[in-house]
């Protein structure tokens, strides 16, 4: 008999194609979604929203990725954090970046050893798992937890579209780091240990859980709820603050008895997401932040594209809270950004942002293909 504190997975079906299919169970189960056409056999992915513009934009930024990618798989960024509107930061080879490119080849149907961007997810997957410490905590030249949560999900990802044996053991390992990181306050913040959270940090970190879940990492239900409990707590309902209605505080426990933090589109963004990952599909706090983020009041201004760092993580994750909600919230947004991105390429076929080049090239291909319903953490 299992134990009622764990939560059950699901093992994936494969496709015919020899691909799993990009549909998996979320924490509380949903139905089948198939992905919009196979890729990883050789064959071009296809969704009805991608216009062939979209596509050779696509195939432009991931054969840009493929361009700078390092002999041992990594791609180099900037490694920092930001403060106010700058980033502080050094260059090295970027765990989180990597994994982030790594997902973007796997959007376009390629696995490991597999597809047109077969050999770079191959060795994307390779770097990664050697950045896994003894204690689970994945990290290169001082990155922190967002970087940990990228890699985390893009080992799940892998294992849930290519099974072997020796991703499933990093990736258990690195799972189990996030359980451990979790704070009394139910949320996650810059490295293990920490006493304090925000909604940013913390919606990786949910998404690592559910994506490790997915694919058979058993995941306490203790840490989901307490997680569920944490994002909600940051919810902004009309009384005090009618101005912020629909948002989510960036750190709603700090700088009490005075206002929380801050808010914006971004932070909203991960809140409603987070949300969705553990399974909350008709929570009122999900129905608040769509509205918040679809009134045009509270969309980011696209010159932030190169001048910020989370233009594009505000996107990442509000085109995966719109996919989920569907109906006008999908069929609205996704062409605004989806152009909106495109405007933005360079001619050599990347996108640049605060952090870099391959970061911003890589959450652009990502954002972008999700209509193409490869990577099993998007479906609905």
């Known amino acids: 008999m299992r134990s009622p504190t764990e939560v059950t997975p699901r093992r994936p079906a494969r496709r015919g194609t020899g691909l799993l299919a990009a549909t998996l169970a979320l924490i509380v189960g949903t139905a089948v979604f198939l992905p919009a056409s196979a890729g990883g056999d050789g064959g071009r992915p296809t969704a009805p929203e991608i216009t062939p513009r979209t596509e050779r934009a696509i195939i432009r930024g991931l054969d840009y990725l493929a361009s700078t990618q390092e002999p041992d798989g990594s791609f180099k ?6 403060v106010n509107q700058t980033y502080l930061h050094h260059y090295g080879q970027h765990v989180g970046v990597t994994s982030l490119a790594g997902m973007a080849f796997l959007s376009n149907g390629s696995v490991p050893g597999r597809g047109r961007y077969g ?43 290519a099974p072997s044996p020796r991703v499933r053991e990093k990736l258990r390992q690195a799972a189990k780091l996030v359980v451990d990181a979790q704070n009394e306050q139910g949320g996650w913040r810059y490295l293990p240990g920490a006493k304090d959270s925000d909604i940013s940090i913390t919606v990786c970190q949910v ?3 559910r994506a490790a879940r997915n694919v058979g990492i058993k995941v306490p239900r203790e840490s989901i709820d307490k997680a569920v409990k944490y994002v909600k707590g940051s919810y902004i309902r009309d009384y005090p603050y009618p101005n912020f ?28 997401t987070a949300l969705y990952g ?20 509270n969309w980011p201004p696209a010159a932030d594209m190169n001048r910020t760092f989370d233009y594009f993580y505000g996107h990442y994750y509000a085109i995966q809270a719109f996919f989920q909600a569907g109906g006008r919230y999908w069929e609205r947004w996704y062409p605004r950004v989806r152009d909106e991105i495109l405007k933005g390429q360079h001619p050599d076929g990347k996108w640049q942002d605060l952090v870099g080049p391959n970061y911003a090239t890589a959450m652009a291909c990502v954002i972008l293909q999700i209509p193409y319903r490869y990577l099993p953490i998007f479906e609905r």
């Open 77 to 82: 960024d900037g490694i920092g954090r930001k």
């Open 119 to 161: 050999r770079h997810v191959g060795k994307a997957v390779d770097f990664v798992l050697k950045c896994v410490q003894n204690d689970g905590f994945v990290t290169n030249d001082s990155s922190r937890m967002y970087s940990h949560a990228f890699a985390t999900l893009f080992l799940a990802e892998v294992y849930g579209m």
């Open 207 to 209: 998404q690592a859980l």
């Open 245 to 272: 209605k629909g948002g989510f505080w960036y750190q709603v426990f700090e700088n009490q008895p005075f206002r929380p933090s801050r808010t914006s589109f971004a932070l909203t963004s991960a809140g409603v």
């Open 278 to 297: 553990a399974g909350e599909y008709d929570a009122p706090e999900v129905q608040g932040g769509l509205e918040y983020l679809f009134s045009q009041r």
